[in-house]
């Protein structure tokens, strides 16, 4: 017997489930150091850290600068040089230059120096991912020695897709499969990588250790919950979901292989929580992130605007949220006392400032070119210009970024105004339907999130939730004067969006050809405006925007 062998037969690995930014190479060392040093004192002998940590993921055309690889590199290389401490080695993501091109790769640092490193292999180019724009494929990896343990590390796509990369890391030797990841959040998006991880695990007969990335990168809200399988199928560890930690987990090999033998085993959320905490989490480091001090919305009384002032909240503290009425003679009284609870249930600052004057002055100055015209939504269109004039020149002065509420369900129709309501730097309910938007207000009156900093208890007044909803633009206006109703229009909107169904199959579900033809017509007429609005946090399998590229100029009609 070998002195290594008994060093071998136990092995405590920390999952650095951490928020990296893309392109703060400083930070994000810092932040690996800080996490190594807390493993450390936890007694681990490795740190895996998750998909292009060091350089913050994605970092799309970032790549593409030799200056930022340099960057990534030195600081890699920095970190290997800490481990000569003794301490616990490192699984670091990073972007390499190499003589072949770019690689999205991992170095594994241990005894003050790279004693390996490994390129992902299947670089996906679907959804969200564009990878093989920047990046080339890297070759079949073989396992590394680490401390006496053969270690397969195959990076996100590679356990997603079909090359057999874990397979072949299982042919060479590979002990346990660690994987570092990438993987944006979408609802129900758990269970698709446990089904993932399971497949390779059967397939394989090693345990493997799924570590995923946390926070927003513009539309993208990366949830952690990283987890383990052991051999024998058993879910060996999970972590939380939405927040940051440091997991550490103890592997013990027998005669049947690598085992843990203890982690943690934390509560996930479920449907609108988790969707809530989506949009809080990108909401808050879209906000953080870009440096904005605080930030500024439209309170109109209505379930939209009410709900992204909630998550604004709970995200930034009521200190930094300021919330403004804008009425002008359609807007009701119901309304004006409905965002005046809601800003005090939240505690914002609340402001009122009428448009009549900017909106009649609009008015004025159009009437010569307007005379004999019959008055339409033209000039609804002018009461939503004026407000998001107002909105962003508050922006201007105060530095606070404009937050813009339409929901999907509007965004797919076309139900919002160019320069008015659309202004705005980020929209936290970009990819929830209307329905999803009452689903969350009910959620969040009765729940307080983790990590909310926002109040507890009843925050999106009850008649704000039962009235229906207006843009209040003109007299008794409801938004089903133009529009069907809204679980009508939801169905047949994931059924075009998401599901890409044929009108036929829409139909066949039980709902009118006319409707179905109509709101298909609307949902490609509006991609232009679409084209001009803001990001907002990734919910849905197929967001507007990276997920669905759909030309302005459109033609085709499913006749």
Same mark, same amino acid.
């Given at each position: ?29 810092? $932040? ?37 690889? $340099? ?60 990878? $093989? ?180 909240? %709970? ?196 709902? %009118? ?47």
């Amino acid at each position: 017997m070998t002195q290594e062998e008994p060093e071998s037969r136990a092995l405590r690995i920390a999952v650095a489930q951490i928020n990296p930014t893309v392109g703060d190479v400083v930070q994000n060392l810092a $932040k690996a150091r800080e996490a190594r040093a807390e493993a450390a004192r936890e007694g681990a002998d490795l740190v895996l850290f998750t998909e292009l940590f060091m350089s913050g993921y994605p970092p799309e055309d970032l790549v593409l600068k030799p200056a930022f690889l $340099k960057a990534c590199l030195r600081a890699v290389e920095a970190l290997a040089a800490d481990t000569a401490d003794g301490g616990p080695g490192v699984i670091m993501g990073f972007p390499r230059q190499a003589e072949r091109g770019r690689h999205n790769s991992v170095a594994v640092l241990d005894g003050g120096k790279i004693v390996a490193v490994r390129d992902k292999v299947d670089l996906p180019n679907y959804g969200e991912f564009d990878e $093989k724009r920047v990046f080339v494929a890297g070759e079949i990896p073989g396992p590394v020695n680490f401390r006496g343990v053969r270690l397969g590390i195959p990076i996100c796509e590679d356990i997603w897709g079909d090359l057999g990369v874990c397979e072949t890391l299982a042919e060479s030797g590979a002990e346990i499969l660690l994987s570092p990841n990438g993987s944006p959040y979408y609802r129900g998006k758990v269970d698709v990588r446990h089904q993932v991880v399971l497949r390779q695990v059967i397939e394989t007969g090693l345990p493997m250790i799924y570590a995923n990335q946390l926070g927003g990168q513009d539309e993208l809200v990366f949830d952690g919950a990283s987890f383990g399988f052991n051999a024998d199928r058993a879910l060996a560890f999970q972590m939380s979901q939405f927040e940051k930690a440091i997991a550490v987990t103890d592997w013990r090999k027998g005669q049947d292989g690598w085992r843990c033998t203890n982690g943690p085993m934390a509560r996930l959320p479920e449907k609108e929580e988790a969707d809530y905490c989506a949009c809080v989490l990108g909401f808050r480091d879209y906000v953080n992130k870009n440096g904005f001090k605080s930030v500024v919305l439209g309170l109109s009384g209505g379930i939209d605007s009410a709900v992204c002032a909630a998550i604004a909240v %709970d995200a930034l503290g009521e200190e930094r949220v300021r919330t403004v009425m804008l009425p002008y003679r359609y807007t009701s009284e119901e309304s004006l006392k409905d965002a005046a609870d809601c800003a005090r249930a939240l505690g914002t600052r609340y402001d009122i400032v009428p448009i009549a004057e900017p909106v009649e002055g609009f008015l004025s100055s159009l009437s010569e070119l307007f005379e004999g015209t019959e008055e339409g939504i033209t000039e609804e269109n002018l009461q939503s210009r004026a407000r998001g004039t107002i909105l962003m020149a508050i922006s201007n002065k105060f530095g606070a970024m404009v937050v813009t509420t339409g929901n999907k369900s509007e965004m797919s129709v076309g139900y919002a105004t160019l320069y008015g309501d659309m202004n705005g730097g980020f929209n936290p309910i970009k990819d929830l339907y209307k329905m999803q938007v009452y689903a969350i207000a009910d959620w969040r009156n009765r729940n307080l999130p983790p990590n909310a900093l926002g109040p507890s208890g009843e925050v999106i007044p009850k008649n704000i939730i039962a009235k229906a909803p207006s843009a209040e633009l003109r007299p008794n206006q409801s938004d089903q004067d133009s529009l069907p109703p809204y679980p009508v229009l939801d169905d047949i909107l994931e059924c075009l969006v998401e599901q890409e169904m044929s009108v036929e199959d829409i139909v066949a579900r039980g709902h %009118d050809v006319a409707t179905v033809h109509r709101v298909e017509h609307l949902l490609y007429l509006a991609e232009y405006k679409r084209r001009q609005s803001a990001p907002g946090v990734k919910i849905t399998r197929k967001n507007f925007g990276r997920d669905r590229r759909y030309p302005i100029t459109n033609r085709f009609r499913d006749r």
